[in-house]
Nanobody, 116 residues
Framework: QVQLVESGGGLAQPGGSLRLSCAAS????????MSWARQAPGKGLSWVTG????????YYANSVKGRFTISRDNAKNMVYLQMNSLKPEDTATYYC?????????RGQGTQVTVSS
């Protein structure tokens, strides 16, 4: 079955950086788009970014455009989210998802807290 395991979350200061990783298994990773979504405390899930199966196309929510970068390594079945210039409003649980929309199946999430 599909398994997605996120890692790399933690505490960062405003203006800092974090890199999230997602290890995928249970499906043919190289033929599927992938995405990240996040859920801030007390709020609903929101889509953050997506990447096509061959990395030729990437998509970003306006709130993270220019600060976050999604990438993938099909040889390792990994997808990454490089987050720079972090803001307190980026505090959320971040989920990796199979497909472009952020819809399930998703991983268990990794917590990102941006605070001084």
């Amino acid at each position: 079955q599909v398994q997605l395991v996120e890692s790399g979350g933690g505490l960062a200061q405003p203006g800092g950086s974090l890199r999230l990783s997602c290890a995928a298994s249970g499906f043919t990773f190289s033929t599927h788009a992938m995405s990240w979504a996040r859920q801030a405390p007390g709020k609903g899930l929101s889509w953050v970014t997506g990447i096509s199966s061959d990395s030729s196309d990437t998509y970003y929510a306006n709130s993270v455009k220019g600060r976050f970068t999604i990438s993938r390594d099909n040889a390792k079945n990994m997808v990454y989210l490089q987050m720079n210039s972090l803001k307190p409003e980026d505090t959320a649980t971040y989920y990796c998802a199979k497909g472009l929309s952020g819809a399930p199946p998703r991983g268990q999430g990794t917590q990102v807290t941006v605070s001084s």
